[in-house]
């Protein structure tokens, strides 16, 4: 293990506190949903994690089925933390999650107390580690009662393999039920995990109103659009691109024509900002007060560095906004 990290990586990096909690989290997160699965380079994986540990990048998000193959992303992620992160882990803020299929059979997906243990324990050990910082109940399941589900994610916390405990992608008012579990239970939810960019605003229809209203974090995923954010797909659909790989989940047909126009429209805001469309994007989504964390992808450390420059230039004018807002 010959890995040092850069002294003044907290000098890059600015953070924010998680909610009403003490927790705070880097404006940019990296999210090992693709490119550190079975199929994707070891070597690349890891030299993209240090790179952003030396970046003042220490939120590191995964969940039991990141890969692909399901769990690849975790083993991949164990291996970098046993071979160079081991004598950092007090450094990191490290969250799974779990909720979609994992694996056949009737407790192998949803919110059970059965599937959310046995997951978090199979993940724990794929990872390596004692604990993670963050687990997420990973979506809505609504064949379980949801005071099973919380109860759950409170025992979890309380048994120490969890530090904290969060929910992703559930409705403004499935979270204010969680939270009013959580909270009588003596576990607060302390962050929100949803799909929030350009294109996907959803959240604006209420959950930020409750996340304040709860003191919750807000750790946004998606914020490039799976790479449509980044202009790649203006010219055709690149080989490499997650829409060019069998294994990815944005599909050809799901690039429109109409959202190619507006992502031209949108890239001319960019350049008169100073920016490219992929800060542009992210700086978009950092704009909001109640966001503590934009989890990015990245295949390669280009993409790290035109987050790193987007989380340093999030103010945006009335002017830019409603430019933007016309576009969209």
């Not at 790649?232 to 069998?246: Q, V």
Request: glycine content about 8%; aromatic content about 10%.
């Amino acid at each position: 293990m010959n890995y040092m990290p850069y002294d003044e990586r907290y000098e890059k990096m600015e953070y924010r506190f998680c909610g009403n909690s003490g927790l705070k989290l880097p404006l940019i997160s990296l999210g090992l949903w693709h490119n550190f699965g079975s199929v994707d380079v070891y070597e690349n994986a890891r030299k993209l994690l240090i790179y952003a540990f030396d970046n003042g990048i220490t939120h590191f998000d995964l969940a039991n089925n990141y890969g692909p193959a399901f769990g690849t992303a975790e083993k991949t992620f164990g291996r970098v933390m046993k071979e160079d992160l081991a004598s950092h882990r007090d450094e990191l803020i490290i969250s799974t999650k779990a909720g979609y299929l994992m694996w056949p059979g009737p407790y192998g997906s949803g919110g059970s107390r059965k599937y959310l243990i046995a997951s978090l324990d199979q993940s724990l050990k794929r990872m390596g580690l004692d604990y993670v910082d963050i687990f997420y109940h990973h979506r809505p399941d609504p064949e379980t009662p949801l005071d099973e589900t919380m109860g759950t994610l409170d025992h979890i916390v309380r048994s120490g393999k969890a530090l904290y405990a969060g929910i992703s992608s559930y409705s403004p008012d499935d979270t204010l039920k969680a939270a009013e579990i959580l909270k009588s239970l003596g576990t607060p939810c302390r962050i929100h995990q949803p799909k929030y960019n350009l294109f996907f605003r959803d959240i604006e229809k209420g959950l930020f109103d409750v996340l304040r209203s709860e003191g919750i974090g807000c750790a946004v995923f998606s914020p490039l659009q799976q790479g449509i954010l980044t202009g790649k797909y203006l010219n055709g659909i690149p080989e490499d691109s997650r829409a060019g790989r069998s294994e990815g989940f944005l599909k050809p047909e799901n690039i429109t024509g109409e959202m190619l126009d507006k992502v031209r429209k949108l890239s001319l805001v960019a350049e008169e900002r100073g920016q490219t469309l992929s800060q542009l994007a992210v700086s978009w989504t950092l704009r909001r007060p109640e966001v503590t964390t934009s989890i990015i992808g990245a295949r390669k450390i280009e993409h790290l560095d035109d987050a790193l420059k987007a989380s340093r230039n999030s103010e945006f004018s009335a002017e830019e906004l409603n430019m933007i807002d016309k576009i969209l």
